[in-house]
């Protein structure tokens, strides 16, 4: 029995890490592991291989358990679409200057981490270029100290930066990654590439569009996969970019955004919209937007809204595809 673990996925074939070895081998998998909806073999996954009769190569005839799953609800086909597993941290990347700061684009990231159960972390990037007129930064670490999530700052193209404002850095980062499978996520130009060759001690160059390793070119990223960065591993997915959430169903939406669930349950009606000016809404009577703590929470139930009233617009052929009703 050889145990191993795939890093790159390309339609029936799987390029697999041996675990005692760490040598790299080409496998093909037992049809019944690719047939029905919900079976794939995903960048990840830890499997059994056995030896085949032709020379180096490899069949995959069993799926460890998973955890970490990175998925996508398929509305319309009623199916779950797995395109990583076993992933440790959810790093999500922002900038301080260029593209500005969006708050609501960090509530939606979590969602998946919290959709996924994968442990999230913020990296704050670009803190060479932070002006502190332009954002309250401690404020948006406040907000999500709540949740138990760590926010990290660094300058990915100034190695001689400091941490100033977080009391975490890029050194502490590097510790917090070390041994884990990381998945980075961001909007176009917050810097995640740039983030994660400093990360690696510039030993790696990766760069837009793809992973470039010195001396070896640059692969494209139409098929998902593991780099290897020594010191931890990066999973490279092109399936888990969108911002979008309309798989999510807006029943129990809520459960997505922990810390309002209590409050939630006060609420005088149960389809309480939450809004400035509902009656017998438990936010709006208990929290004080000039006090600091309640200022914090209600950011977050700004961001609650906002992406509830986008899912609420889901047609109704996908609320009865999917049993639910809003």
């Not at 930064?137 to 977080?166: C, H, P, T, V, W």
């Not at 980075?184 to 983030?195: A, D, M, N, R, T």
């Amino acid at each position: 029995m050889i145990k191993a673990r795939v890093y790159r996925s390309s339609q029936r074939e799987f390029e697999c890490k041996v675990i005692d070895t760490g040598e790299m081998v080409l496998a093909t998998a037992m049809g019944k592991l690719l047939k029905g909806k919900d079976h794939q073999i995903v960048v990840g996954d830890f499997v059994t291989l056995e030896e085949t009769n032709e020379e180096s190569k490899y069949t995959i005839t069993e799926i460890d358990k998973r955890y970490g799953e990175v998925f996508r609800v398929i509305v319309r086909e009623a199916s779950k679409k797995v395109t990583a597993s076993n992933i440790d941290l959810l790093i999500i990347t922002t900038s301080v200057s260029e593209p500005v700061y969006k708050r609501g684009i960090i509530d939606r990231f979590l969602v998946r981490a919290f959709q996924w159960n994968i442990k999230p972390l913020i990296v704050f990037n670009k803190m060479d270029e932070y002006d502190p007129q332009t954002f309250d930064i401690k404020f948006e670490q406040d907000r999500l100290n709540i949740l138990g999530i760590k926010s990290y700052e660094m300058s990915a193209i100034d190695d001689s930066y400091e941490k100033k404002y977080l009391g975490l850095g890029k050194q502490e980062l590097v510790s917090e990654l070390e041994g884990k499978t990381a998945l980075f996520l961001g909007q176009s130009g917050v810097g995640k590439s740039q983030i994660i060759t400093s990360l690696s001690n510039k030993k790696f160059e990766l760069k837009t569009g793809g992973v470039g390793r010195w001396g070896k070119g640059t692969h494209t990223t139409s098929w998902s996969e593991i780099i290897d960065l020594e010191k931890f591993l990066v999973v490279d997915s092109p399936g888990v970019r969108s911002l979008s959430l309309e798989d999510l169903p807006c029943e129990d939406f809520i459960s997505y955004f922990p810390d309002l669930v209590d409050m939630s349950v006060q609420c005088k009606f149960q389809n309480c919209s939450h809004m400035e000016n509902a009656k017998g809404c438990a936010f709006r009577e208990n929290l004080d937007p000039d006090k600091y703590s309640d200022a914090l929470a209600l950011s977050r139930l700004d961001s609650f809204i906002r992406i509830y009233d986008e899912l609420s617009q889901t047609p109704e052929w996908a609320n009865r595809i999917t049993g639910k009703r809003n």
